[in-house]
């Protein structure tokens, strides 16, 4: 069965940085969406950053956008995501999800995806 495991979260100062990595396995798919998604303590899960397996296309919210980097590995079955010059609001359980259909953009919400990880804390604080 599918299984998504995310690691790399952490405690990290204002303007710091963190490679969030999410490990998938048992794809049967050619071509899928794969993505990271957060949740803040209080409010609703939200879509942060969303890829297409085949030809790289990316999606990135408009509160992390040239601040958060999307990338994947194929070979390795895994997908990263760099954060970089993070906030106090960036705080939030971010987790893993994909779905087995083709990428659009309008994909990258939580009703678009079907398997979800466990998460990653990143908490930003001085």
């Known amino acids: 069965q599918v299984q998504l495991v995310e690691s790399g979260g952490g405690l990290v100062q204002p303007g710091g940085s963190l490679r969030l990595s999410c490990a998938a396995s048992g794809f049967t798919w050619d071509d899928y969406t794969i993505g990271w998604f957060r949740q803040a303590p209080g409010k609703e899960r939200e879509g942060v950053s969303c890829?297409?397996?085949?030809?790289?296309?990316?999606y990135y919210a408009d509160s992390v956008k040239g601040r958060f980097t999307i990338s994947r590995d194929n070979a390795k079955n895994t997908v990263y995501l760099q954060v970089n010059s993070l906030k106090p609001e960036d705080t939030a359980v971010y987790y893993c999800?994909?779905?087995?259909?083709?990428?659009?953009?309008?994909?990258?919400?939580?009703?678009?995806?079907?398997?979800w990880g466990k998460g990653t804390l990143v908490t930003v604080s001085s």
């Open positions: 890829i297409s397996s085949s030809d790289g296309s990316t």
């Open positions: 999800a994909a779905t087995g259909r083709r990428y659009i953009r309008q994909l990258c919400t939580p009703g678009g995806m079907n398997y």
